[in-house]
């Protein structure tokens, strides 16, 4: 069970909140660059709260600004794309990428005063198929994040992005909960459907696993294992990472390179981005003839986009559907959970919990279990981070130094039940590859 007031710290992430400063300390996902053209229409986004819009300008730079123009307050969204920056459509102030006035036109020249005016605008990278804003306070800000999956060449990594009627929490949260898998995913396939030389049926023949947890410099991680074959143990191994990325257990260690990032756009509404290597070996998504398992066939259709703030990366099956529920596939035992699709069987279970707001779940009407146990420690690691930034602005290590990314890959692998959890971690880490040339490090 959790307080209210500690739950208010997890979700809340509007500006001058102890979270949502706190993650103002990061680079944060704004957008796919292929969502912005030169000279085109702006795009409404919201972040942590705040109503921003994104442009690309004449020479391909990209700008992020509060969507109010500074002169009367009119929403730059509907201001003009043109020669090198955007235009508010009420009085025809023009503004470039880093918010410098360029014209105030129906002021006399004599009257002008561009040099004393400027648009609230941030920082802008791309990085890893992803525009990155930085909206904190520091003139210059930390380094971008250096997850393994963001050093891949672009032609082999995948990138897709969905929105979620939740906090980003409940998102987060379902990419940290091992033992759903065995459930919400696979309930209804029995370990000799799927092909028996493949480790990932361990996973269906004992669908209880132990856990060990531990809090490391980027965050939180874990070991879900169970009995293999004789003398061995199945592990599955997963991370959070602040601010809010989680790397899955859902695949073989040895090419396991996949970040999951649940972005806020307000305490309500989350953007989950999903970027990973093409190549990599995900566990159980077929049967041993090569069909798809029910449920587990990819499905990620979106309603056509809207220019409202939350009008962007909409699936098809939703709250108002059901989720495309179909209940006599269900009734059968085909399907454990009736709805198509593992992103969307998460969907349907993150957005369906309830709370004294939309969006957000009353976490003191849980009753945790030893199998939340990595739940658990990763909210009061968050919370402690809140905290400290709030009492004295520091920060947590990840934040001027990425590169402790390196020690953190997720996936499943089968060795000795004599070795410690830890030491197997480390040896793999050490004979794992990285196709960028990635420097992968064990934690310590």
Not at 37 to 54: N, S
Not at 66 to 79: E, K
Request: proline share 7%.
């Amino acid at each position: 069970m959790l307080s209210m007031e500690h739950n208010d710290i997890l979700t809340r992430v509007g500006p001058g909140t102890p979270l949502g400063e706190l993650m103002r300390e990061y680079w944060i996902p704004a957008c796919l660059p292929s969502e912005l053209k030169p000279d085109a229409t702006p795009t409404r986004l919201k972040l942590l709260g705040e109503k921003l819009i994104a442009f690309r300008d004449t020479e391909g730079r990209i700008g992020i600004l509060d969507h109010r123009c500074p002169h009367r307050c009119a929403s730059m969204f509907f201001g003009r794309n043109e020669e090198g920056g955007i235009r508010c459509a009420y009085h025809g102030w023009k503004f470039d990428v880093e918010g410098n006035c360029l014209d105030q036109p129906n002021l006399p020249e004599d009257a002008r005063f561009t040099d004393r005016v400027k648009a609230k605008a941030y920082k802008v990278a791309e990085k890893g198929g992803i525009v990155w804003v930085y909206m904190g306070k520091r003139k210059v800000p930390p380094p971008l994040p250096a997850l393994e999956v963001l050093s891949l060449p672009d032609d082999e990594r995948m990138v897709m992005c969905h929105m979620r009627d939740c906090n980003w929490l409940q998102s987060l949260e379902g990419d940290i909960d091992t033992s759903h898998f065995g459930f919400l995913h696979a309930g209804a396939v029995q370990p000799d459907d799927v092909d028996p030389d493949t480790m990932h049926r361990y996973g269906l023949l004992n669908r209880t696993p132990r856990y060990h947890v531990k809090e490391t410099d980027w965050g939180t991680m874990y070991d879900a294992y169970r009995p293999a074959d004789p003398g061995n143990y199945f592990h599955r191994f997963a991370h959070f990472m602040f601010p809010f990325f989680a790397l899955v257990p859902d695949g073989t260690f040895g090419n396991m390179i996949q970040a999951t990032l649940s972005v806020p756009l307000d305490d309500s509404h989350t953007m989950t981005y999903v970027t990973a290597w093409k190549k990599r070996d995900i566990a159980l998504r077929t049967l041993k003839d090569g069909s798809f398992i029910p449920g587990a066939a990819p499905t990620m259709s979106y309603l056509p986009d809207t220019t409202d703030w939350l009008g962007r990366w909409r699936l098809k099956g939703n709250r108002g559907n059901d989720y495309l529920i179909d209940r006599e596939e269900q009734a059968s035992g085909k399907s454990y959970s009736g709805i198509q699709g593992i992103g969307q069987q998460d969907q349907a279970m993150v957005e369906s919990m309830e709370g004294p707001k939309e969006g957000i779940v009353d976490r003191s009407f849980e009753n945790l279990a030893a199998s939340d146990r990595m739940i658990a420690i990763t909210r009061r690691r968050i919370i402690a981070a809140a905290q400290a930034h709030a009492k004295d602005g520091s920060v947590p290590a990840t934040v001027d130094r990425p590169e402790l990314a390196r020690g953190a890959r997720g996936g499943s692998f089968v060795c000795s039940d004599s070795v410690d959890w830890l030491d197997a971690y480390a040896e793999q880490m050490r004979k794992a590859q990285s196709p960028a040339g990635f420097l992968l490090q064990a934690a310590e």
